[in-house]
């Protein structure tokens, strides 16, 4: 595999607004990434699986957590991309809203039609385990991609790093900034995604472990919805005045903190710097909060490799390959037991014009 870039180690925070706001996360059990390898298919068992998609001819169907973001209009261009590389008719689409029983909707659509292979990104990780394995009784493999289902019995989980690893990666990030003390609250996107529970938990257990004297105050959540995110960082701009830090753990929470904290700034209401903010971000909704210095550095990663890759695996499993075998320019892939991981990136206000992606 061709090597690309120094990894950065990532944290996603994901969840529900929790019942009262002055409730802290509660600590959860570390989801394991440390599963068995999907063993891989023999050649005759790849030939045998894509037989059995034949009525779908070589057809791929990815269901994203939602669509109407560029987040996942990335992804899909990514997939697209190699899609049209390997000679794969893809169909990408999830529900309008981030709805898990849409997506076994359309995941059963998509297998009563026919198909070879099966993507998914999971609003909720248990609630897809009997699809999954509804798709593994009619031998279509499925790969996971962005947000794992852990407990399925799907072939492999395509993520940029270890949620575990991102998780405590952004809390020393975020402690660092705050100087090892204060008040924290952290912004998810969702309380039932496994990439957003995982990346949580990492982060609380990695903080109260080697940072004692900081103290999680709120756990809010935005459904992934950009609005939902800047409503939640004014509400806790105004509910806790003493706030030193804001972590973000999905894409809209720390660029919508960033706004809203820039937002007081200019209205006399904070000084720069009183209030870290820092997370998961891309370069076009992080590029201002960077340049401002409301954002000092934000951890990243292409989403459009994110559905590159994907599309990849589950052709190294249609052809009977095995993971080491799959080159793709410009990504470094790294297998770990079940996971593929292809890397992050951590975007400052130096590089962060360097990146093109959503």
Request: glycine share 10%; net charge negative.
């Amino acid at each position: 595999m061709r090597k690309r870039r120094n990894k950065v180690l990532a944290i996603v925070l994901c969840g529900g607004l929790m019942a009262g706001i002055l409730s802290g996360c509660g600590a959860g059990q570390e989801a394991s990434q440390d599963t068995a390898p999907a063993a891989e298919e023999t050649a005759d068992a790849a030939k045998e699986n894509a037989e059995q998609g034949e009525a779908g001819g070589k057809s791929l169907f990815l269901c994203p957590k939602c669509v109407g973001y560029d987040y996942w209009t990335s992804c899909e261009t990514g997939a697209k991309a190699a899609a049209d590389e390997l000679g794969y008719d893809l169909t990408f689409n999830g529900p309008a809203a981030t709805d898990s029983a849409q997506q076994i909707t359309m995941m059963e659509d998509a297998m009563t039609q026919g198909i070879a292979g099966l993507g998914i990104s999971a609003n909720d990780a248990d609630a897809v385990i009997d699809t999954i394995a509804t798709a593994k009784e009619k031998g279509i493999y499925t790969v996971a991609f962005d947000s794992d289902s852990p407990n399925s019995d799907r072939d492999y989980c395509v993520i940029p790093e270890s949620d575990a690893a991102m998780g405590e990666q952004l809390a020393e990030m975020i402690a660092q900034e705050m100087g090892g003390e204060g008040k924290l609250a952290f912004m998810v996107a969702s309380l039932s995604a496994e990439n957003q529970v995982s990346k949580f938990e990492a982060a609380e257990a990695y903080i109260h472990e080697n940072y004692p004297d900081i103290e999680i105050v709120a756990t809010l959540c935005s459904d992934d919805e950009n609005e939902h995110a800047y409503e939640n960082a004014q509400t806790l701009l105004s509910t806790y005045p003493d706030l030193k830090g804001i972590l973000g753990f999905a894409g809209a929470e720390a660029p919508q903190a960033a706004a809203a904290v820039g937002q007081a700034i200019d209205n006399g209401d904070l000084e720069m710097g009183q209030i870290c903010v820092t997370g998961i971000g891309f370069p076009s909704q992080c590029r201002e909060g960077l340049k401002s210095g409301v954002l000092k550095q934000i951890l990243s990663w292409n989403p459009q490799e994110t559905g590159k890759v994907t599309v990849y695996v589950l052709d190294a499993l249609l052809n009977g390959k095995t993971i080491e075998e799959i080159e793709i320019d410009g990504i470094e892939l790294r297998l770990d037991g079940s996971y593929v991981y292809h890397g992050c990136v951590l975007l400052t206000p130096e590089n962060v014009d360097d990146y093109n992606y959503a």
